[in-house]
């Protein structure tokens, strides 16, 4: 079975700031899918950027991106120019292709200070 | 606007209580999920369901079951709850195609006493 590993449960930044959310899975597959998901407080879980295995290029989404390194079967996520609003769960989450369910990884909670 | 219902915010049961948590999504999706999220275990699978009456266990089916009669409606179902069950539910659903994008309800914060 896939595995999605967040290793820091609790990240902060300051308001303008970058910061990058690491992400790693174990995989024998070689086309996957995977995500990140925000999960602001008391709100409902959104996506945030998703990647195709088979794509080298990585994917962005305005002051979101990503890092994927699949022979590592890494993928952090990046987020330039914090704001308050950023404050949330971050999910990362993996998906065999091929498959419908969705693997999770614990999560971690991101601080933006002002 | 797409959008994933779920029939309660905040629910309090006993033990022992049969517990039923609804969820409705309005973008004909054939897929509907229930997930368990948990401090530091993030989301966990408790069923799928690809199709209208189909239903697949995910990673801890025991103690819960699942109903789907309509296309729309995904409903849980805890046939006699227990204190462990306390936790937060959510809903998701998705369109069949792999890029499709997965759409999460509000959840459940349920708390069994």
């Known amino acids: 079975a896939q595995t999605v590993t967040q290793s820091q449960p609790e990240m902060s930044v300051q308001e303008a700031e970058t910061v990058t959310l690491s992400c790693t899975y174990d995989?024998?597959?070689?086309?996957?899918?995977l995500f990140w998901y925000k999960q602001p407080p008391s709100r409902q879980m959104i996506l945030v950027i998703r990647?195709?295995?088979?794509?080298?290029q990585n994917a962005t989404e305005n002051r979101f991106s990503v890092n994927f390194q699949k022979a590592a079967k890494s993928f952090s996520l990046k987020i330039s120019d914090s704001q308050l609003g950023d404050t949330a769960m971050y999910f990362c989450?993996?998906?065999?292709?091929?498959?419908?369910?969705?693997?999770f990884g614990a999560g971690t909670r991101l601080t933006v200070k002002p | 606007d797409v959008k994933v219902t779920q029939s309660s915010r905040y629910l309090v049961k006993r033990t022992g209580e049969k517990v039923f948590l609804e969820c409705v999504q309005d973008?004909?999706?054939?897929?509907m999920f229930w997930y368990r999220q948990d401090p530091g275990l993030g989301l966990r699978l408790i069923y799928f369901?690809?199709?209208?009456?189909?239903?697949e266990k995910g990673d801890i089916p025991e103690g819960y079951s699942v109903s789907r009669e309509k296309k729309e409606r995904f409903s849980l179902i805890l046939e006699s709850a227990s204190t462990n069950q306390t936790s937060m539910y959510l809903c998701?659903?998705?369109?069949?195609?792999?890029?499709?994008?997965?759409?999460f309800g509000p959840g459940t914060r349920l708390t069994v006493l």
């Open positions: 995989t024998s597959e070689s086309n996957y899918y």
């Open positions: 989450a993996f998906m065999k292709h091929g498959e419908d369910d969705m693997r």
């Open positions: 998701a659903s998705r369109g069949r195609g792999a890029a499709d994008t997965q759409y």
């Open positions: 369901s690809y199709d209208v009456k189909m239903k």
């Open positions: 990647q195709e295995a088979y794509k080298q």
């Open positions: 973008m004909d999706h054939e897929n």
